[in-house]
């Protein structure tokens, strides 16, 4: 009689097995029930430790919590050294050990990127991806490709078979690397005494099978379970117990509702239904040498077993026939009974869909003793569903872990390498700085001020010259009167101008060993990894593997993996180091050690096979999740893998389909996935849309009916009560807080958009630069009125002789202050020389007339009003003493300049400026009238510029003068009234126009509606 057993997947797999065994049901004559020292002397083998520490757990819930010696519990994936230590085997336990995964993944890299850069001196460059993501890809898909060989038990001379002509030109490229990068690999390894993993794996498991089959008898009870014996060498293990006298197989879930001829129809040939959930088993059967019907039942499916149903809609498409004779097998009234507690949840999207199960998960911990678990291949809605749930305080068990990639001290690793690469750019350097783990060896506090000071000093606005001393030499330039005149009340002390060069000397110091590397082109990896590691703890404290912080404690042993393989890897650039690091660190996986709510928890689709619970919830059921898509081999076509007989890629969801099966098993099941992913379309997962055609639309629209008042619950969860939309905000400061002193400029501003002077003078508030921003129109503005304007002054009454080689001088000093951004500044260099030639040409036809220039002056003019006196101020750029005695004002703009028009309503710089001449408010310059005033468009395009009139055709300029001073006296009378406001946008130029306070006047909440609302 064979011991080969089934557990089907209604029934709690670990509770089973564990009763099965007390009771005698696996091993004739071993019934330790009630003998607490029998159990010692058996040995059961689980898929993974994990479900080692579960069946534990559930052996000492069988016997009652009595005191009991477990048996020998060891986990296929990774069986017991200790097992061999004193068997004819030992001898495997000396060298060759294997090689150290981060080791092997460097050392292809190192390959592959040889690899690459020949053919990048050939003619096959375009056919390999470049850049170190890329390369660490192919890398692992390389050792991938190994220990897929090596685990089918394929010989590498095989690939001699293949025929290249019959295939892709790019596979004939890869399969001589392949032939090339095995001899290579394997005398690395050779040199090194190591195997491959998966050698050692298969040795280890080898040596444990002819261990076992020596033992006989004498090796005891034998018992593996929950293992599809998916690898060639677990299964042969899994046979060679089977046989023993003592020995038992137990498999997860064999489908024993499914017609013989459509089973047989599994293992027909090498490549028949990968894709079927029972195509793993079947082949495990065949390699035991028994037929389905050996195999027998450990419990019967639940009442609510789903087994059959699961059967039909996941039968493979050849026996589809069948479905239509599927009342017969499946009466509607078994169908109904099966979906019962099946809920189908559609969320609009994946946060909707992450509410939605944090919900169920939640309503499980209201019901006495119920548990409950996520099952997804999603790890984007694993993160999500522990987030939503934190917002009821309820902390979850994620058995997959966190990425290590995506903890803070990686974050902070990846920015140390980036900052230096980068030159010490503000963005990257901001987020360094502001990495929770950085000290510098200041208090937090302290170090807190001198990054808010760094960051006010050097990295908003355009960018400081490249790396650390560009850094040090921006904060010694700093002017701190230039933030007191444009904001009064933020200053920058001497002190904190202190703190922030402090903090850059520290920068400087503890960047050194990377920042040493970052010139030098291509650099040893052992040479980039050893800095990087020096760098951080100069910015930290010492790396320690044993760190009390689990994410501190798996960054330390990854980098000292990384640098113990580092030899092996290729050489690259600083910059090439800090795109690889990401990938290096990516296979990672930091496990809290604080475990979560115990009844709920989140699994993976492997152990959630052994894991028994009341709802299960298998969420991200969308084509490319569950199942996952196919991933193609880069470099062996699908007909090259066939011919050597490796598994084709749709042997992946024959997995998933397997595990959707199992999880059925679950007395509850919700079924969801969203509508919508990244605002497109998503594919329902084939597994849900066949299982509807099975279930029929009744009973399919009655899940989504079921599944659908939870969706509702999680729309609904964040409603609250209707706001009433924002008002046009019109602020009403006292008398005394209202300014008293604006510029010309600043005059436009207020008739437009009063709001905006409220902020800035009342609120005192100054809007910041972008870190790091990219030099724009001001920037170029203010870098040509300097170099006209230090033109203007030195030569005021005659040009020289050599005045375009003099202003294209004044210009490059003007400018170089923007060389740090190349194409910005060669853009506007360019416009720059072709607007010297029209100045210079602009500047001969205008000085016969002219008695003296005057530039960049500036003035003011008192208005006294009921209530106080208010101070006009302005600077002018250019304002010209005639011969006659009047004057010309001119401003430039490297923009549209105003008409004449809207220098009369709402842009009255130059008619308030001949305001303040005519009265003699500028310094350097007369009192005299005014005869006219314009602009002098400077855009250095096509037309380099031009001559805008500023004076109204109807009207003369101190006409226009008065009128403006008029006018803006009257504006000040009326702000004197305090039931005046400070109106938003009380006259925008441009429609959907958004400056810098906008957001605080919540513009676009009331502008919008209006528009929307039609008021």
Known sequence: MSRVFTIPSSAPFLKTLAHAMLDGHLVPGFAPRGDPLALASATIYLPTRRAGRLFADAMLEAVGGEAVLLP????????????????????????????????????????????????AEGEGQAVVAAGPAATMALADELGRLFDQMTTAGIAWSRLDDLVPEEHDAYFEISLQFLRIARQAWGA?????????????????????????????????????AGSTGSLPTTARLLKAIASLPQGAVVLPGLDLHMEETAFQLLTADATSAPDHPQFGLAKLLATLGLERRDVTALATPAPWGREALLSEALRQSETAEQWATLSERLPDAKRAQALAEVRVVKALDPREEAL???????????????????????????????????????????????PLAETQPARLARLVAKTV?????????????????????????????????????????????????????AVAAFDAAKIHERDPRRRVGEDRQALAADLVGRLVTALEPLSALAEAGKVPLADLVAAHIATIEALTAPLDPD????????????????????????????????????????????????????????????????????????????????????????????????????????????????????????????LTYPDKVGGTQSVPSRFLQRLSTVAGEDLWQAAIARGEAWRQAAARLDDGPRVPRAA????????????????????????????????????????????????????RGSALHDALGAFAKDYPEDLPPDAHAQLLAYGRR?????????????????????????????????????????????????????????????????????????????????????????????????????????????????????????????????????????????????????DALERLRELLLAFENEEQGYRALAAPQWRGRFGPYDHLARVREWALGAEEGGE
Request: charged residues 25%; negative net charge; contains cysteine.
């Open 356 to 402: 939605a199960v944090a919900l169920e998960l939640r309503d499980a911990l209201t019901k006495p003793d119920m548990r409950a678990a996520l099952v997804t291949h999603d790890r984007d809605l694993a993160r999500r569903v522990a987030a939503e749930l934190e917002r009821f305080g309820i902390t979850i068990d994620d058995s997959a872990g966190v």
């Open 814 to 962: 003007a400018f170089e202050k923007l060389e740090v951004f190349p194409a910005e500044h060669a853009i506007w260099w360019a416009r720059f020389e072709r607007v010297a030639a029209f100045v210079v040409e602009f500047e001969r036809e205008r000085r016969a007339s002219l008695k003296r220039v005057v530039a960049e002056t500036g003035g003011g003019l008192p208005i006294r009003l009921m209530h106080s006196d208010f101070h006009l101020t302005g600077r002018a750029d250019r304002i010209e003493i005639r011969t006659d005695g009047e004057l010309n004002i001119l401003d430039y703009k490297t923009g549209t300049a105003p008409s004449a028009k809207q220098g009369a309503t709402f842009s009255p710089q130059l008619p308030l400026e001949a305001a303040m001449a005519a009265r003699g408010g500028f310094r350097d310059v007369p009192a005299a009238n005014v005869a006219n005033f314009l602009y002098v468009e400077l855009k250095g395009g096509a037309v380099a510029g031009r001559e805008k009139p500023g004076v109204d055709e109807k009207s003369s300029a101190m006409a226009m003068a008065e």
């Open 188 to 224: 690395h390894l050779e040199e090194m005494g190591l195997v491959d993993p998966a050698e050692r794996r298969d040795a280890l498991v080898g040596a444990e099978e002819r261990r076992l089959a020596a033992l006989g008898a004498g090796a005891g009870p034998v018992i593996a």
């Open 72 to 119: 020998r519990i060891v986990p296929l994936g990774d069986v017991d050294e200790d097992a061999l230590a004193f068997s004819e085997e030992a001898a495997l336990l000396a060298p060759p050990q294997a090689v150290a995964g981060v080791h092997r993944r460097i050392a292809l890299a190192g390959l592959v990127a040889r690899w690459r850069d020949a053919l």
């Open 547 to 670: 760190a009390e912080d689990p994410a501190w404690a798996s960054l330390a042993e990854a980098l000292i993996d990384i640098r113990d393989g580092a030899p092996a890897g290729p050489a690259m650039t600083l910059a090439a180091y800090a795109d690889a690091i990401s990938a290096l660190l990516a296979d990672r996986v930091v496990r809290p050690r604080q475990r979560g709510e115990e009844r709920i928890r989140i699994l993976g689709p492997l152990e959630a096979r052994l894991v028994a619970v009341d709802r299960v919830v298998l969420g991200g059921l969308v084509e490319g999740s569950w199942p996952p898509e196919t991933r193609t081999d880069p470099w062996l076509s699908r007909p090259m893998r066939a011919e050597l007989g490796l598994d084709q890629p749709e042997r992946r969801i024959g997995l998933a389909a397997h595990d959707f099966a199992q999880a059925f098993g679950a007395r509850e099941v919700v």
């Open 421 to 473: 690469a980068e030159g010490c750019a503000p963005v990257p350097l901001f987020a360094l700085l502001s990495q929770p783990g950085l000290s510098l060896d200041l208090a937090p506090e302290v170090l807190a001020e001198a990054v808010a000071a760094l960051e006010l000093i050097a990295l908003r606005g355009p960018r400081p010259r490249s790396g650390a001393a560009g850094l040090a030499a």
């Open 728 to 779: 046009q905000p019109a602020p009403k400061p006292p008398r005394e807080l209202r300014p008293k002193k604006l510029s010309v400029t600043e005059v436009e501003t207020f008739l437009r958009d009063p709001y905006s002077i409220f902020a800035r003078h009342v609120l005192a508030l100054q809007p910041l630069e972008a870190l790091d921003a990219t030099p724009g129109g001001a920037e």
